[in-house]
């Protein structure tokens, strides 16, 4: 098995990255799950985490907004760059990066007790960021990035499960939203959707690069080709290739790469 | 015979045989039923409900049980509760272990024990008397474990998604408990709530050393008080017809309060499961 | 691992290999009819046609496997080239089949001078030559053999403008001739072009890398 090992100065943070990691480590007890990580996450742009089911991708999205600490017995070393700034040193609050880095989950989880209103602005008001802010004009504004509004808007009231699941992943998109992240972190954000809901989230994500950084996770190769302009190839805790999304799909550059990519395994 | 008809056979024997089971299951439930009602419900009536025992009511008893139930519910909800949320939200530890383990015991400890060190705690030590604060502590010691444990379990019963959810957005763990989890488990901790005080309802041995019993309504916090276990009880052990009489009207008073409670956790979690 | 993919992989690759063979035989038969003074247009013309009915099915095959399987990396790059390089034995075909109908209606090299003869004939093994040699790298997936075609390339294109500016400047010959020579050396080193452009879509396909060989 061939790898493409990656060095990184670790001095030196690259100046258009939005986020980097530098000789990330993560482990669950003793099972090691990711194996020096150096990627860099460019701003305003969408970069893309592939690889075959078990390598280590939601792993290390988590390792991006502090969420992989939350699991017991789980910890990491290394470190995490947020605009040149390490996330995880000590005096950072984990929680001040879940608001700058946000996060939509593989199923859609919409707060089941409270309404699609309620359910946009709810990081708002749980979060006590909602001082001297207009409530409706964010939610409104947040429910349109997300090209829900027109569907929803006059069924606000109406409780946040009520609508179909391609709605409610745009609904969870929309809470991210509304709290202004920086970056978005998407895990496997279609794999629960029919092919109509995953064309919308895949043209909605190609239009939040203009305001956010997106990284996303997914298995499916063609749709990494569709959406992202950056895409990294995960085997087994490592990274075996980063690249532009185009070279890669067309000629990539590692042996294992062309194989995941084929099909011919995983 | 052959296979197929010795096989329906079987199966039909085998479901005589459950079916007849039940019916022996339901008969003393049956049985109970029709003789409290037949022998309690003449009884009932305004004078029996409202007046004390000398005017021939059982009034102080249904207070008292009422009053019990009162304070029980303030003192033991609130600690079930929140030992039920830390269980299960910061519960992950061997620390947390252990006291599953000690609540699990404690659920099914001898009613008569924690009515003695109810006794001994309350009454003689800090109290000095018989008390209604020393049956609510006695029925609390019930109450706590059986609450903790079904507010545990419901809130077990959240998808693990929803507190992520909230997690990532960057809201602290416990605005993440109290605003989104417990909503979430809000009908789970209704009923088991409700069920707890079902079953205190009805319990008897810890009130005969804590409240001791009194023909009276309620006297202030250090004097002894009624309920309605103890007064069936008492007045099944009298040798007067009419007091037994009452026994029994006061017998199906406490069955049809059990049954409304039970009936309301019913009506409440239909309205979950319909949504 | 055998994919869904791959065996329609196999079905386009046997095409296109067929269509190489049939390109190969068709050149053959038309240059060396030329040269010896035979007329060969029926039988060539058929070969043509042959290739001009396979080209389509080419086309249709690669294009059902991007729409139903959306291959990548090296998939993607064979599919691509092969598309392109059934359109170069297409060629082969079509001009195979323009050598023998010019000598049928024109004549061949009959009134030529003696030296026409002998240069056609080489010009003619030499293009051959390139031509089994982008079929051959094609087969065996050969980048180095692809890449020996750089040489006889530059070799024909210099005969090429060699004849051209020979022909304008010595005019003895007769117009039969010229106008028929001239239009066959066009033929030939068009053939050689596409040869080229194929022996490029085999070094494509292995490394992904556009080059020229030209």
Redesign the interface.
Known sequence: MTTLKMTVNLEEARPDAKMQSIVLNAWFGSKQALKDINLTVKANAVTAIIGPSGCGKSTFIRCL?R?HE?V?NARMSGQVLLDGKNIYSSETDP?????RV??V?Q?P?????MSIFDNVA??LK??GTKKGQNIDEIVKKSLQQATLWDEVKDDLKKPGTSISGGQQQRL?IA??IA?QPEVILMDEPCSALDPIATAKIEELIVQLKNDYTVVIVTHN??QA?RVSDFTAFMYLGQLVEFGDTTSM????KSEL??KY?????G | MTNYSLRKFKNKLFFILCAACVIIAVIPLLSILYEVVSRGAPQLSINFLTQKDADGGIGPAIQGTLILIGLTSVIGIPVGVLSGVYLAEFGNNKYATSIRIVNDVLTEFPSIVVGITAFGVVVLGIIGSYSPLAGAVALSFILIPIVARTTEESLKLVPNSVREAALALGVHKWRTTLSVVLPAAKGGLVTGTLLAIARIAGETAPLIMTILGNAYFFQGFSSPMDALPLRIWRDSLQPYANLQAQGWGAALVLILIVLSLNIAVRVASRGRLRR | MHRLLDKGLEQLTAMVFKMGKVAEKALAISIGGFVRGEDTSEDVHELSEILVSLTVEVEEKAFGLIAKYQPVASDLRIVNSYMKIAYDFERYGRYAWDISFIRKRLGGLEGCEEWIPQFIEDMGEKVLQMVRISINSLETQDTELARTISKPEQEVDEMYFQYLDKLVKEAHATSQCTVSSVLVVRYLERIADHATYIAEAVVYIATGQKIILR
């Open positions: 907004n969420m939350l017991p929680v001040q990066i879940r608001r946000g996060m989950f199923k989880n919409p707060f089941p007790t709810a990081g749980l979060t969870c809470r991210a709290l190769m063609q080709a799909f067309e000629n990539p790469t062309e990519i084929t099909g011919k395994f």
